[in-house]
């Protein structure tokens, strides 16, 4: 029995396994998963590790190259291995094969999947599909205000830990009397709960003062009321951590005018999908920010504001910020520190310079050439990299 | 319905068949003024910052010779039954038009205790809610030159305050979209953009998620576009819009949205053009009116401390003039608010200056004064 199908049937089989652990890797494995601090896919073929990387529609297909070739330059110890969703077809074969492959891996890295609305309704959202049926239950975006990067507001830190599984995203509407549209919004307790804790959680790893929850519970009292609740029970348990809340209508006007007011933001699912999105335009928009879903089990990267980019596709203007610094986290993740702050050292650095901006900041730069830069100023600060 | 009957007893024909008509836009027939040309006008003061306010405005309208009498309807929103909003709404149906505060509403009550402010929206049927975002010339704001119209389903969408919890730990709230409703709600936005002479009016959704609900109110905004050749239509999803509204607000013109999704937007727009003192808002039925601050602030922690910002809903007061056909009134009073306005030292703490608001008020009387028109002595 190799290791991960321990970890994957750890919940129902522990005591079962618990003996025939210390023969494979030895007690200390078993006993940091019983910790539940996360162990990362163990690397197995000749010390690299294996990621799924789903190159999406629009502008992913090229921002995933980029990051491979990324990669390559820079001797990080990580093979891709390719998934392609077809987005125009119906059937659910394609994100099938991709779930498994990052059942398989454990971690992934993808472009976004359109979600192209001429199809039937009953036709899910392949990002969301992918989201739910892998539980990645938190969506940790961290917008900072980047030193090159010119924005109306300044000093911006906030993270932002939006439930990424129930809420309005449970794509359940039915229309029982013709022209009436009835949408379910699903909020449970132990979904909240569970994203409380991840928040506080985080906040404390992090080093965080101040965790606001944004609801709008004097509107949906029961369902926002509970998320509250939830949240309320869990800070109890962090004395150290100040607690307040917000109305997500306050909370985004509060954003626009003071957003250095926010340190780390908990929230469900679709006040989240808007608050990261106003954040992701304080900092510089969305070519900035990276994005990452973490679950029990799995990690999956991506940029922040999930853009296809149809428009931009193919013509070397996208900005790859977003998706190499989400490609640092994903290296933060699998535990290859050192890859992760140099690369991002050097994506830090050519965001510092204004002639090679993108469009999306007001520049005239391409993308190769960012990327070229990047690529220069890793070599530049000395570690090993391919000749090219 | 009794009252056409009755109109037609006391006023003859005509205003029976302009209420037949039953025309979508703000040209619905004021209440007429009944008691010697003079309107009636209830005033729900609400709580936190309201009730000073509305001192203010009425201030501000003795003071202008306004010829409105406010019948002030108070709503306790510590208690749990429901007899005070129900006078109230019984006061706006006989008077037509209302002014009010905001109601605040506890959440340490219990859930069956609704929003009385929502009571209020569905009884009346106020199924309009329109924002005019407007920079104003004396606020120093991080984007200049905005102007977006906000039209905001007030019925339906995400706040039907229908939730049931059937198993435990498990609630769902129910979003309702209904055709009839996004129809009527997208007519509204276009006669509107029609008449303002706007050029585009967009959709703001979330249909790639919520393909039947989003998508069904997209549709219908889709439907009416086809009858107004003259207006382009686009749509964008809501993440999208606010980020485009944060970094470029000024390519917006008129954006139509259901509820909650208005909520957000109509906040954020808010704070773009300065801060939830500035803007006023107005929700429109087919037949009441009734006008409050865009944003719905109670303000509870800067309540009764002379700093809250009074430009909100004095333009309120404005709107509510311009809607019983008073455009003198209304035009004189907002004229005085964007002078005012351009005053730095008089602003309020809210926009980063120091002044008091009955110092704005003075200020707002004495430009009225000047302008020459009739005013009481003081």
Do not use: W
């Amino acid at each position: 029995m190799t290791a991960r199908s321990v970890r994957s049937l750890s919940g129902a089989l522990k005591p079962l396994f618990s003996n025939r652990c210390p023969g494979v890797y030895g007690a200390a494995s078993c006993n940091q998963r019983q910790k539940s601090t996360y162990t990362p896919p163990p690397a197995r073929y000749g010390g690299r590790h294996t990621v799924t990387l789903i190159p999406g529609d629009g502008i992913g297909p090229e921002l995933g190259n980029h990051v491979r070739e990324l990669f390559r330059f820079c001797c990080v110890p990580v093979d891709f291995e390719v998934v392609n969703v077809d987005s125009s077809v119906a059937s659910e074969d394609d994100i099938n094969n991709a779930i498994m492959a990052i059942r398989r891996n454990g971690v992934a890295l993808k472009g976004n999947i359109e979600t192209n609305h001429n199809l039937p309704p009953s036709y899910k959202s392949r990002n969301n599909l992918l989201r739910t049926t892998l539980d990645l239950y938190a969506n940790v975006m961290h917008c900072q205000s980047l030193p090159g990067v010119r924005t109306r507001h300044r000093n911006i830190d906030i993270m932002i830990i939006r439930e990424n599984t129930e809420g309005e995203y449970s794509s359940l509407e039915h229309e029982n009397v013709p022209g009436v549209v009835e949408c379910l919004k699903i909020i449970t307790k132990t979904k909240s709960l569970r994203i409380a804790d991840y928040a506080f959680r985080t906040a404390r790893a992090k080093g965080r003062r101040r965790v606001t929850a944004v609801h709008k519970a004097n509107i949906m009292k029961l369902g926002d009321g509970l998320f509250l609740e939830c949240c309320k029970e869990v800070a109890s348990g962090y004395p150290e951590i100040t607690f307040d809340s917000m109305i997500v209508d306050n909370t985004t006007m509060q954003l626009v005018s003071r957003p250095q007011q926010f340190d780390l933001m908990v929230m469900p699912n679709l006040y989240g999908n808007v608050v990261s999105n106003v954040c992701a335009g304080l900092v510089g928009g969305p070519g900035l920010v990276p994005g990452a879903n973490y679950g029990e089990d799995y990690a999956v990267f991506e940029t922040g504001t999930r853009n296809t980019g149809k428009s931009i596709a193919n013509r070397n203007t996208a900005n790859p910020t977003a998706m190499l610094l989400a490609s640092c986290l994903l290296l933060d993740h699998l535990k290859l520190h050192a890859y992760a702050s140099m690369i991002r050292r050097a994506i830090l650095s050519t965001v510092s310079e204004t002639r090679l901006h993108t469009a999306d900041l007001g520049g005239q730069g391409s993308t190769s050439e960012v990327v070229q830069s990047i690529m220069n100023a890793v070599q530049s600060t000395g570690p090993q990299t391919l000749s090219i | 319905m009794e009252r056409p009957e009755k109109l037609q007893q006391v006023f003859g024909t005509t205003l029976t068949s302009h209420r037949n008509k039953s025309s979508l836009t703000r040209e619905n027939i004021p209440p007429p003024a009944k008691y010697g040309g003079r309107h009636t006008v209830t005033l729900i003061p609400g709580d936190g910052i309201g009730p000073e306010l509305l001192n203010h405005v009425r201030e501000v309208f003795r003071f202008s010779c306004v010829p409105v009498d406010f019948e002030v309807v108070h709503v306790n929103s510590a208690v749990e039954t429901e007899d005070d909003i129900n006078n109230a709404i019984t006061a706006i149906r006989r008077n037509g038009v209302a002014l009010k505060g905001n109601i605040e509403t506890k959440h340490t009550m219990a859930p069956s205790v609704k929003s009385r402010n929502n009571l209020l929206r569905t009884s009346l049927d106020l199924y309009a809610n329109v924002m005019h975002c407007q920079s104003l010339p004396g606020v120093q704001t991080r984007h200049k030159n905005i102007d977006i119209m906000i039209i905001r389903e007030n019925t339906e969408g995400e706040y039907s305050s229908l939730e049931h919890e059937s198993v435990s730990g498990v609630v769902e709230s129910l979003k309702i979209i209904t055709r009839n409703n996004s129809l009527r709600i997208a007519d509204y936005a276009f006669k509107l953009a029609r008449e303002k002479g706007r050029r585009r009016v967009t959709a703001v959704h979330k249909a790639n998620i919520m393909k039947l609900g989003d998508g069904l109110f997209l549709q219908c905004c889709r439907e009416v576009a086809s009858g107004y050749p003259d207006i382009t239509f686009d749509s964008m999803i809501v993440d999208n819009t606010t980020m485009q509204l944060v970094s470029k607000p000024q390519q917006f013109d008129v954006m139509v949205m259901p509820n909650l999704y208005g909520n957000v937007v109509s906040n954020v727009c808010a704070g773009l053009v300065g801060g939830p003192g500035l803007v006023p808002g107005a929700n429109y039925g087919h037949v009441y009116a009734v006008f409050e601050t865009a944003t719905r602030n109670t303000g509870k922690s800067i309540a009764n401390r002379n700093i809250a910002n009074p430009t909100a809903m004095l333009l309120a007061s404005c709107m509510m003039l311009d809607h019983l056909k008073l455009y003198d009134h209304a035009s004189s009073i907002r004229n005085a608010i964007l002078n005012t306005m351009n005053e730095t030292r008089l602003h309020t703490a809210d926009i980063g200056g120091q002044g008091t608001t009955s110092e704005v008020v003075q200020t707002i009387m004495r430009f009225i004064q000047s302008k020459g028109q009739l005013t009481s002595e003081y």
